[in-house]
């Protein structure tokens, strides 16, 4: 009897301790499942929106390289814009007009010389009869500018048409302007006939052209044997380089071609035509 009492007791203690042992593992795999569900949770989701939002942050930057590719360049390395580049050439260049000293290198050479067909003789011996070193060409290219002129100003001697001019130009007038570590260029519009009244965008940035007065005038002082009945000049390719250096202004290069019709009168009318390419820079300038 107590032996079958004490196996009694032994099996009882055994499914007590095999119930205390499921109770474990049950909570345990509870515990376990949060932890799981913790795993797989929305925050994984809401990562992906954080990449999403880097490449927000992406676009963001190529909205800065849109900014560094048009006006934020100029700015990063001191070039002007049009706008701000025509109020500073106007400006400098009055102060250099007024009391600047510079370097002057003009060159005009002919690229048709003056052709007025079979007068040419006719008119060179008007001319030689007056003076014998002179002809058509050196006289007519003299007004024109043909030759070159050198010097420093104002030490050497300068006409007015070939010196610094204060210049009037409006943005509109710069044509193909670029601008690139202080060096500014620019074209001008052809011109016909222009006059020093700053009507057109030749005529408000330099003086280097001829009239019709002036060549009658050339005409009248060499000769009363040869009159100018009319004149046609068209100016055209013309370009222009403007170099800056701690704000200011240190050297203008132009260029341009000029193509010229001329109706003149000596026994009788003469019509005659010439073309020529001028080139001038202005260097070493001082204040």
């Known amino acids: 009897m107590k032996k079958l009492l004490a196996i009694l007791m032994a099996l009882t203690l055994v499914l007590s301790l095999a ?27 809401d990562e992906t929106t954080v990449a999403d939002e880097t490449t927000v942050a992406d676009e963001t930057t190529v909205a800065g390289e849109t900014t560094v590719a048009g006006e934020t360049t100029a700015a990063s390395t001191g070039d002007m814009t049009k706008a701000e580049f025509v109020e500073f050439i106007n400006a400098q260049t ?29 008119l060179n011996k008007i001319i030689k009869g007056i003076d014998k070193n002179s002809d058509l060409d050196s006289v007519v290219g003299g007004f024109l500018g043909i030759g070159t002129k050198t010097g420093t100003y104002p030490k050497d001697e300068l006409s007015e048409n070939y010196r610094v001019k204060a210049t009037a130009l409006k943005e509109s007038d710069l044509g193909s302007f ?11 519009a052809n011109a016909t006939n222009p006059k020093k009244t700053n009507a057109t965008p030749l005529s408000r940035f330099t003086n280097d052209f001829i009239t019709h007065e002036e060549v009658v005038k050339g005409i009248a002082d060499f000769t009363s044997a040869i009159k100018v009945n009319s004149t046609n000049v068209n100016y055209k390719n013309i370009k222009v380089t403007v170099t800056v250096a701690d704000g200011k202004i240190v050297k203008i290069d132009y260029t341009m071609a000029f193509e010229a019709t001329l109706a003149l009168k000596a026994v009788f009318t003469i019509n005659g035509s010439g073309a020529a390419v001028t080139k001038g820079t202005f260097s070493d300038i001082k204040y």
Do not use: Q
């Not at 042992?21 to 949770?41: I, L, M, N, R, S």
């Open 19 to 45: 119930a205390c042992g499921g109770k474990d593992d049950v909570e345990e795999t509870t515990t376990a499942a949060p932890e799981e569900t913790t795993a797989v949770d929305a925050p994984v989701a």
């Open 94 to 122: 009055a102060v250099i007009a007024k009391s600047g000293t510079y370097n002057f290198n003009r060159n005009c050479s002919y690229t048709s010389p003056i052709d007025v067909g079979s007068a040419t003789n006719v």
């Open 178 to 188: 670029k601008a690139e570590n202080g060096v500014y260029s620019f074209t001008l």
